[in-house]
C-alpha cells in the first residue's frame, strides 16, 4: 500500500500487522531526535550508523520507525532492505509516552532488541530497558525485565559498547 502511494504526506507505521498512524513531530521532539543520533554515532563511531524514523524489520507483520535505531553496517547495506536487528533503539517521547512504553517496549522485547531507550520529554528523563524476557500478559508476550530512570546528571553505557558513556543531558533538551 505504501508503494502504490496510499500513505503519501503521512506519517504511519506498521505494527503486528495494523497501520498506525503517528502523531505529527513537534519541534522539541524533532530536536531530541536529532541530539540523539548525533551523539549516539559519535559514540559508537565507524561500522555503525544512526537510522533516523525509517522502518525496521521486527516480523513478517512488523515495520516499527524508531526515532533512532543504532545498526552495524553503513548506510548503503540497506539499501535493498530495511535492517532486522539493532544494538539499540531510541524512542523520544511526549504524546506518545504509554505507547512507547508499553506497545513499542512489548514489540521490540519480542523483536529481541537488548536495549530500547524512551527519551521521556514529559519527565525530563531517559528510561533505559533491557533484558527481553516472556511475559504472557504483556501485549506481544514480552516485556523487558530491567527498567532504569535516568536523569540529567546520570551516564548511561550502551550494552553494545559497554566502554563508553553517555552523558544523559547530551541527549535530553
Not at 34 to 61: C, D, I, K
Not at 112 to 139: F, H, K, T
Not at 144 to 166: K, T
Amino acid at each position: 500500500m505504501a508503494e502504490m502511494g496510499l500513505f503519501r504526506g503521512k506519517r504511519v507505521e506498521l505494527i503486528e500487522g495494523q497501520v498506525i498512524v503517528m502523531s505529527p513531530m513537534g519541534s522539541p521532539h524533532a530536536t531530541a531526535v536529532a541530539l540523539a543520533a548525533h551523539r549516539l554515532e559519535a559514540a559508537f563511531g565507524p561500522g555503525y550508523f544512526a537510522r533516523w524514523q525509517m522502518p525496521f524489520v521486527v516480523s513478517n507483520t512488523s515495520e516499527p520507525e524508531p526515532d533512532v535505531a543504532l545498526v552495524q553496517g553503513s548506510v548503503r547495506d540497506y539499501t535493498n532492505q530495511h535492517p532486522t536487528s539493532a544494538v539499540l533503539i531510541v524512542e523520544v517521547a511526549d504524546t506518545s509516552l504509554s505507547y512507547d512504553r508499553e506497545t513499542k517496549g512489548s514489540l521490540y522485547a519480542k523483536g529481541g532488541i537488548q536495549d530500547y531507550w524512551i527519551i521521556n520529554l514529559v519527565d525530563d528523563q531517559l528510561e533505559v530497558y533491557r533484558n527481553p524476557v516472556a511475559d504472557p500478559d504483556a501485549l506481544y508476550g514480552m516485556r523487558y525485565a530491567s527498567s532504569q530512570i535516568l536523569r540529567e546528571h546520570d551516564q548511561i553505557a550502551p550494552l553494545a559498547l559497554p566502554r563508553v558513556h553517555i552523558f544523559v543531558a547530551d541527549i535530553l533538551l
